[in-house]
């Protein structure tokens, strides 16, 4: 087996379902925008979208982190930005894992520019020991440890994005 499991595909299916649910009350009776940050949010964004009874548009943001493959430097460059303004609406950037914390931070500091009406966080996946900029997720999947997670949208050198639970990469997965 060359990935470990580590989240089956029900235990995610409900969590985003919990998510999309707190979203809907949250902004009940409003207009939101979805942000999903390319590549590895778009299956997370994908339920979570449908888990949302509300008036909900979607745009999408690409970026290009710099580093070493496993490790991002926080020189974050958007490759793709969102195609239509976000000034006085209500957005929700949506990540498949907060790391370091550099990407989400750099984003937020780029979005808040924008001038939206609110401006929150969703993440599926949090890796705490690995902060180097604290960030509020305000809709959080799971906290998971210090492992390389693939699968549900994450990839490891591109691979992985179709698993449809999370696993953790082994020696053995190349
Ligand atoms: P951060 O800037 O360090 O928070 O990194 C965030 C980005 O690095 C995520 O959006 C992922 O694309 C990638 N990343 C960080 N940890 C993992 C992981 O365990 N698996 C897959 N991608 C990861
Ligand atoms: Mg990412």
């Not at 580590?6 to 985003?16: G, M, N, P, Y």
């Not at 943001?61 to 976000?86: A, C, F, M, N, W």
């Not at 924008?114 to 960030?135: G, I």
Request: glycine share 8%; charged share 20%.
């Amino acid at each position: 087996m060359p990935i470990k499991p580590l989240i089956d595909a029900a235990t995610i299916a409900r969590r985003v379902a919990e998510l999309g649910a707190a979203i809907t009350s949250d902004y009940a009776g409003q207009r939101l925008i979805l942000v999903p940050v390319l590549k590895g949010s778009y299956v997370f964004a994908a339920d979570l979208a449908r888990g949302i009874e509300l008036d909900v548009a979607v745009d999408f943001l690409g970026v290009r982190s710099y580093g070493d493959g496993q490790q991002s430097s926080g020189v974050v460059e958007i490759t793709t930005d969102l195609s239509h303004s976000i000034e006085g609406r209500h957005v929700i950037l949506v990540e498949d894992i907060v790391d370091t914390g550099l990407t989400v931070s750099y984003l937020l500091q780029n979005l808040v520019t924008r001038q939206p009406a609110s401006l929150k966080v969703a993440s599926l996946l949090h890796k705490p020991a690995r902060t180097r900029v604290p960030v509020d997720i305000d809709y959080l999947g799971f906290t998971v440890e210090d492992v390389f997670v693939v699968g549900y949208g994450l990839d490891h050198a591109q691979k992985f994005r179709n698993l449809p639970y999370l696993g953790v990469v082994t020696d053995d997965s190349e």
